[in-house]
C-alpha cells in the first residue's frame, strides 16, 4: 500500500457497514471499490425467496431502528434510491401467559400509560435520550472519546452498566414492565445478568421513541441496494463474488478496509500483522449464534392477544425470570427448553412480502457458539404457547444454523450476529484499542467487531473512513 495519500481503496466485504465505508471515502474523491464474496449484495442487510414462489425473506436483518436512527445513513439520499421506512402501530410487542401483552409503542407517553404504575419512572430514566436521539447517538455509536453531549451520554452510562435483569426489578415493579425491559436487553445477546447488558435495551427503547422500529418496503435488501445505487453515482464500484483471500491481491491501494471478523482479518493480513495485534486478534471471543427460521404462512399468526398483531417484532421469552434462564444457557453450551425468540411479521405491514391473503413470519433464538443443534420444535412451541393454531398455517418453513449462516456469510462466525461478543470488555476495546485502525498503515477494520458493534446502522464503517481520510489526507 501506497503512503500519504488517499486516491484509490478498496472495500471488502458488502455489509451496511462496508457500503456505508464506501460512500464516505467516494463522497470525498476517493476511487474505491467493494469487493463481495457472495453473489448477493448486502451481508446482513438482504432477503431472498427462501421458502415458496412469491414469499419473500428476510436473511438476516429485518427490523431496522438503529438503521432509521443513524446518524451516518440520515445523511444520505436513501429514500432517492429506493429505500421506503414502514412502520407497524407498535414497535415491539411482548406476550405473557397471563394478562395483557407488554408493548414498546412509537409514543414514550404512550408506553410510560401503558406500564401504569411503572410508567412515570420509565418516563423519567428515558425521556432525555428519546427526545435528543439525534444529539445522543453520534456520541453513543462512536468509540470512546469525549463526548459533546457529555450529560447524555453519562445518563446512558448510568442507566446502561446494570445488568439487565438488577435493572428490570429496579425500574419496573410489574412483571409485564420487567418482561417488556428483558426482551429489549435480550437483543445483546448478553446473559441478562451480565453487567452492561442493558445498555441495549435503553437504546433500542430511546431509538423506538426517537424512530421507531420500522421495516423496509420489499425487505431488508432494500437498505442495501439503496446504499449502492448511492455509492454507484458517486463513482463508487462494486463487484460481486470476489472473494479476497489474501491482501496482496488488491495491491495498487492506498487504503484496504476490512467489512470482516477479527478471526478473518488473521487470515487475510497474515504476517503484515505485528504479533502483538495478531494476538489480540486472536483474543478476540464470539459470542453464542443464533438458530433461525422463516416460514411461509396461510394467514396471520392468530396471536392469543390482538395486542400482537400491533407490532412488526414480537418478542417470546415469558417472564424476566423465564427470559434470564433461557439467555444464560447459550453461553454455558446448553439449548434451553423455552428459548427466548425473536420474531418479525412483516408482510402484516408490507405486503410486498407474500401473495395476497398469505404472510410470512422469521424468528430466531440464541444457541451455542457453532451449535449443530435443531431448534425447529423449540422455536415453534413457543410461538404456538401464545397463538394456539399457528402450527397449522405453516405452508413451508427455511432453517438456518450457526453452520449455515456462516457459509452464506463469513462474518457469521459460529452463527455469531454481532462480529463478537458485546461485553463490557469488548465494547471497550472492540477489537483492540486501535478500534478500526491496524498497526498497518492504510488497513482498517469497518465491521460489527468495531465500535459501536451490531446492527444495521453503518457507523462502524462510518468512524473506520474517516479514520482513513484523517490518516491518509490529513482530514
Ligand atoms: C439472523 C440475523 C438477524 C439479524 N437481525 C437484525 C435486525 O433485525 N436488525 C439489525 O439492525 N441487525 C440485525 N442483525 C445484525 C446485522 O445483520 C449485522 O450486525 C450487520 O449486517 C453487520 O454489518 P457488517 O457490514 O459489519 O457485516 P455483514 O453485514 O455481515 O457483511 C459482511 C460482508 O462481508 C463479506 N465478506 C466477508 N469476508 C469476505 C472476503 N474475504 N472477501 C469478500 N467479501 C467478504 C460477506 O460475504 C458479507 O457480505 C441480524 C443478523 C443476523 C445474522
Given at each position: 500500500m501506497r503512503a500519504m495519500s488517499l486516491r484509490k481503496a478498496y472495500v471488502i466485504g458488502s455489509g451496511p457497514n462496508g457500503l456505508t465505508a464506501a460512500i464516505v471515502l467516494a463522497r470525498e474523491g476517493v476511487d474505491v471499490t467493494v469487493l463481495e464474496a457472495?453473489?448477493?449484495?448486502g451481508g446482513g442487510s438482504s432477503s431472498a425467496a427462501l421458502t415458496l414462489p412469491g414469499f419473500l425473506h428476510d436473511v438476516c436483518s429485518a427490523v431496522h431502528p438503529m438503521a432509521a436512527g443513524s446518524p451516518a445513513l440520515a445523511t444520505f439520499p436513501l429514500e432517492r434510491h429506493g429505500l421506503r421506512w414502514l412502520h407497524s402501530p407498535a414497535a415491539a410487542a411482548h406476550p405473557l401467559d397471563d394478562g395483557p401483552a407488554a408493548t414498546l409503542e412509537r409514543s414514550l407517553e404512550e408506553t410510560a400509560a401503558r406500564l401504569g404504575d411503572d410508567g412515570r419512572l420509565y418516563r423519567l430514566a428515558l425521556a432525555p435520550l428519546a427526545r435528543h436521539w439525534w444529539k445522543a447517538a453520534p456520541d453513543i455509536l462512536a468509540p470512546p472519546h469525549v463526548p459533546r453531549h457529555p450529560l447524555l451520554v453519562a445518563r446512558l452510562g448510568l442507566l446502561g452498566g446494570w445488568p439487565a435483569a438488577a435493572a428490570a426489578r429496579f425500574f419496573f415493579n410489574s412483571e409485564r414492565g420487567r418482561a417488556l425491559f428483558a426482551g429489549l436487553a435480550g437483543h445483546s445477546v448478553l446473559p441478562l445478568d451480565a453487567l452492561g447488558s442493558s445498555a441495549i435495551g435503553w437504546v433500542l427503547a430511546a431509538a423506538g421513541h426517537a424512530v421507531g422500529w420500522p421495516i423496509p418496503e420489499g425487505g431488508s435488501r432494500r437498505i442495501s441496494e439503496a446504499l449502492a445505487a448511492y455509492l454507484k453515482t458517486l463513482g463508487g464500484q462494486l463487484e460481486l463474488g470476489r472473494e479476497v483471500r489474501e491482501l496482496g491481491e488488491l495491491d495498487g491501494a492506498d487504503a484496504i478496509l476490512c467489512d470482516v471478523t477479527p478471526a478473518q482479518l488473521l487470515r487475510l493480513a497474515g504476517p503484515r500483522l505485528p504479533e502483538s495485534f495478531a494476538a489480540r486478534l486472536r483474543a478476540w471471543r464470539y459470542g453464542p449464534g443464533v438458530f433461525k427460521l422463516d416460514w411461509a404462512l396461510d394467514g396471520p399468526i392468530p396471536w392469543k392477544?390482538?395486542?400482537?398483531?400491533?407490532?412488526a417484532t414480537v418478542h417470546l421469552g415469558g417472564s424476566l425470570d423465564e427470559m434470564t434462564a433461557s439467555e444464560r444457557a447459550p453461553w454455558e453450551g446448553r439449548a434451553s427448553e423455552r428459548p427466548f425468540v425473536l420474531l418479525a411479521q412483516p408482510s402484516l405491514f408490507d405486503?410486498?412480502?407474500?401473495?395476497?391473503g398469505k404472510h410470512t413470519a422469521w424468528a430466531y433464538c440464541h444457541v451455542p457458539h457453532g451449535s449443530s443443534l435443531d431448534r425447529t420444535g423449540a422455536i415453534e412451541a413457543q410461538v404456538e404457547r401464545f397463538a394456539p393454531g399457528f402450527r397449522g398455517r405453516i405452508l413451508a418453513r427455511h432453517a438456518m444454523g450457526p453452520s449455515t449462516l456462516q457459509r452464506r456469510n463469513a462474518n457469521l462466525v459460529g452463527g455469531d450476529i454481532t462480529g463478537g461478543a458485546m461485553t463490557v470488555g469488548q465494547i471497550l476495546?472492540?477489537?483492540?484499542?486501535?478500534y478500526h485502525r491496524?498497526?498497518?498503515?492504510?488497513l482498517y477494520l469497518c465491521s460489527a467487531s468495531t465500535p459501536p458493534g451490531g446492527g444495521v446502522h453503518g457507523m462502524c464503517g462510518w468512524h473506520a473512513a474517516r479514520a482513513a481520510l484523517a490518516d491518509l489526507r490529513g482530514n
Open positions: 457472495q453473489a448477493t449484495l392477544d390482538a395486542e400482537c398483531a400491533r407490532a405486503p410486498t412480502r407474500a401473495p395476497a476495546r472492540r477489537p483492540s484499542f486501535l491496524t498497526p498497518v498503515r492504510g
